[in-house]
């Protein structure tokens, strides 16, 4: 017998998300009754919650797994027999926390599998009184292989009312949201990717990827946005998408999140990135020490990232580096270099300011916790911070980092341009540090393409997040 399933996404940093899309394909192919809701775009109450027999929340992200945090109060007011279950690169490594708050079952990454079976054994005792046991998968089953399908996107809000694509004339593009792969080969310390998928990756099948794709450009996308950790975790797979994507729909165009390490040892495919369509590609530079760099175990140095700046530009393909701007090895002096870095390389307007203002956050489960020394560096675990907090031991490095956040923040609701926020924090910076901060030129005509909502997925939930519950 199909029972009614409420599928949840918290937060997707403005993206349509696959992750509750796929799984709705799963149950419903099962006859289950499926509503999946995005609370970026929606409410609790849009959906029919009080008839759920199984809640599936994903936690994909820490913002996420926060917002999920306070909507469990009112999921189970409104559905007090309903079986509560997360997924997600959250779910394992907060297992401990998410059961003290009364999460029955807590799936991981490749999880789609065991919440088919979780619903069947809903649907094979619903008659009876006997209660579905807890059914947790640890982080090593992301090395099974899930079956996947093309995602079912059709109760998920509009493409349009999503994160849509600027370009530099101000025009935007509908962009629509595609996975051709979860988890990482790599394994970065301080990346929540890694305790769940420990060095692993799985390609979604071109063939599906594709369907995806064709899928959302009938619904208006104009631009795709692949939400893999890293394209070019396969670059084979990666090429064979591109190319049929744009023998399929050759007015599109795309963005990527691709590491140093991969665009470098990948130069002879970047002419493809070009041919296809690529708008920009995201790029996790972090840190811009090699000290830093190497803490994180990042795969790449402070030059291969000007190597890369040049290559990308000879290339002709737009370049959005990231930044874990604050983590305890961080001076005054080393953001001041930072940012001058990106004034020598003619940056500024490709980095949102928010980018300047990430605080490392530490996971339970971040390999971090494995880097010899690094334990003196932070406190006990906080359960209501879900992760392990630290203070700077310079603490104008923490005062800096506040007063960058609220710069950043402020250019958000100030709507400054990426070149007005710089100036502010570059005043920041130099402030810090008691020196005269010399008079920035602009240095560009025009501010590459972005998307409209910026790129990061560590902050605390926002009052409106949590007041749109
Ligand atoms: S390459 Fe990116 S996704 Fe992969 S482990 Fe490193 S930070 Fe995480």
Redesign the pocket.
């Known amino acids: 017998m199909p029972v009614n399933v409420v599928i949840i996404n918290p937060y997707e940093l403005g993206r349509q998300p696959f992750g509750i899309a796929h799984p709705a394909a799963w149950l419903r192919a099962d006859g289950h009754q499926v509503a999946c809701i995005d609370l970026a775009q929606g409410r609790l109450d849009d959906a029919p919650i009080a008839d759920a027999q199984l809640i599936a929340i994903q936690l994909a992200m820490h913002t996420a797994t926060r917002i999920a945090a306070e909507a469990l109060p009112k999921l189970r007011a409104l559905a007090p027999n309903a079986h509560v279950c997360v997924y997600g690169l959250y779910g394992p490594v907060n297992e401990a926390w998410l059961k003290a708050r009364g999460i029955t079952t807590v799936l991981g990454g490749e999880f789609e599998e065991e919440l088919r079976a979780l619903a069947g054994r809903i649907a094979a005792e619903k008659d009876s009184k006997s209660k579905t046991d807890s059914l947790v998968s640890a982080p090593h089953q992301a090395g099974k292989r899930v079956e996947f399908r093309v995602p079912d996107r059709t109760d998920l809000a509009p493409l349009e009312r999503h994160s849509r694509l600027r370009l530099a004339d101000g025009t935007e593009k509908t962009m629509g949201f595609v996975d051709a792969t979860r988890g ?1 080969k ?3 310390r301080h ?1 929540p ?2 305790p769940v998928y420990q060095g692993r990756f799985r390609a979604v099948p071109v063939d599906i990827v594709l369907a995806d794709i064709d899928q959302q450009v009938a619904a208006g996308a104009q631009h795709i946005s692949f939400g893999d ?2 394209f070019f975790n396969g670059p084979t797979h990666a090429e064979r998408i591109l190319r049929a994507m744009h023998e399929r729909h050759p007015h599109l165009t795309f963005d990527a999140v691709i ?1 140093i390490e991969h665009l470098l040892a990948e130069k002879s495919r970047l002419p493809l990135l070009k041919e296809t369509g690529c708008e920009f590609i995201i790029s ?1 530079v972090e840190s811009v020490d090699d000290t830093i760099l190497e803490h994180l175990a990042k795969g790449h140095t402070r030059e291969d990232f000007v190597a890369t700046v040049a290559l990308m530009r000879e290339h002709g393909v737009g370049l959005t580096p990231t930044f874990l701007a604050f983590t305890p090895w961080t001076t005054l002096e080393g953001y001041l270099d930072l940012l001058g870095m990106l004034v020598t390389l003619n940056l500024i307007d490709n980095v949102p300011a928010i980018q300047l203002a990430i605080r490392l956050l530490i996971p339970s489960g971040s390999y971090l916790l494995k880097l010899e020394g690094f334990n003196d560096l932070i406190e006990p675990f906080n359960p209501d911070a879900l992760g392990y907090p630290w203070t700077h031991r310079d603490p104008r490095v923490d005062g800096l980092q506040q007063a960058v956040m609220r710069a950043a923040e402020r250019a958000d609701t100030e709507g400054q341009t990426r070149f007005e926020a710089f100036g502010d924090i570059w005043q920041l910076a130099h402030d810090a540090l008691n020196l005269e901060a010399p008079v920035l030129l602009r240095q560009m005509d025009v501010t590459p393409s972005q998307h409209t909502e910026n790129w990061y997925c560590c902050a605390e939930p926002t009052t409106a997040q949590i007041e749109a519950l």
Do not use: F, G, R
């Open positions: 990482c790599h394994v970065c990346c990717v890694v950790p890293d590491k996790a």
